[in-house]
């Protein structure tokens, strides 16, 4: 069963303390994305903004 993905971009409200964008890069496999080190340990979301 695949993974279903909106065909046009959903509005999305979060309350935070601190917002970065990055562009996700190649990591084996997959992709990563660096975040500050005082984010270690911290919850955290990543939302995909281009389709």
Not at 26 to 45: E, F
């Amino acid at each position: 069963m695949g993974k279903k993905i909106a065909e046009q971009p959903m509005k999305i409200e979060m309350m935070g303390y601190e917002v970065v964008e990055k562009v996700a890069m190649p990591s084996g496999n997959s992709t990563r994305i660096y975040l500050p080190v005082d984010w270690k340990g911290k919850r955290v979301r990543a939302v995909r903004l281009e389709k």
